[in-house]
T-cell receptor, first 114, second 115 residues
């Protein structure tokens, strides 16, 4: 049983397209996150959701929109894709109010915009 | 703001060598500290953690001690194996944030172990 699962694992698409990445966690965690890892392996938080409420939006372009239908899911929708959006996107989750817990990460979605 | 600084890679060692990956941090409060590992083509896995000063986290032969006086959390292993080849990330989270503020990561250190 995968704790945090993302689909698809690979996504190749053309500039200007709209795409979504799905994330589901079966850990019962309260908070979910999206991270972007660039070509140099640098990780930066994009969003976090706590009980369907957006908590953080780290200066991410508004072409990116997180959507959470329920506590176990946090999908990432991207409009008008650009070449610079090519990266690996990681979903993660953690319990609420336990900053010393650490996060559980998904295996990542490698997005390539051509 | 918070930040984490790691030694630049790649770090190349022979099997059974001693490993140290340096990590220092800047934080406004009293953070919890973590080491994550990313094997090729995979996501991040929590390797070890420490939540207060002088705590030592350990797992799979790796250790790191939370040093508040030097704001450091260096990762060590006495005898590395080829299977330890991966990218290692040092990270912190502010304890006052309740866990929802997000992990702040260092830039990662690529470790290569040669047989």
């Amino acid at each position: 049983d995968t704790a945090v699962s993302q689909t698809p694992k690979y996504l190749v698409t053309q500039m200007g397209n709209d795409k979504s990445i799905k994330c589901e966690q079966n850990l019962g965690h309260d908070t979910m996150y999206w991270y972007k890892q660039d070509s140099k392996k640098f990780l930066k938080i994009m969003f976090s959701y706590n009980n369907k409420e957006l908590i953080i939006n780290e200066t991410v372009p508004n072409r990116f929109s997180p959507k959470s239908p329920d506590k176990a899911h946090l999908n990432l929708h991207i409009n008008s894709l650009e070449l610079g959006d090519s990266a690996v996107y990681f979903c993660a989750s953690s319990p609420l109010g336990t900053s010393n817990y650490g996060y559980t990460f998904g295996s990542g979605t490698r997005l390539t915009v051509v | 703001g918070d930040s984490v600084t790691q030694m630049e890679g790649p770090v190349t060692l022979s099997e059974e060598a001693f490993l140290t990956i340096n990590c220092t941090y800047t934080a406004t409060g009293y953070p919890s500290l973590f080491w994550y590992v990313q094997y090729p083509g995979e996501g991040l896995q929590l390797l070890l953690k420490a939540t207060k000063a002088d705590d030592k986290g350990s797992n799979k032969g790796f250790e790191a001690t939370y040093r508040k006086e030097t704001t450091s959390f260096h990762l060590e292993k006495g005898s590395v194996q080829v299977s330890d080849s991966a990218v290692y990330f040092c990270a912190l989270i502010e304890s006052s944030g309740g866990g929802a503020d997000g992990l702040t990561f260092g830039k990662g250190t690529h470790l290569i172990i040669q047989p």
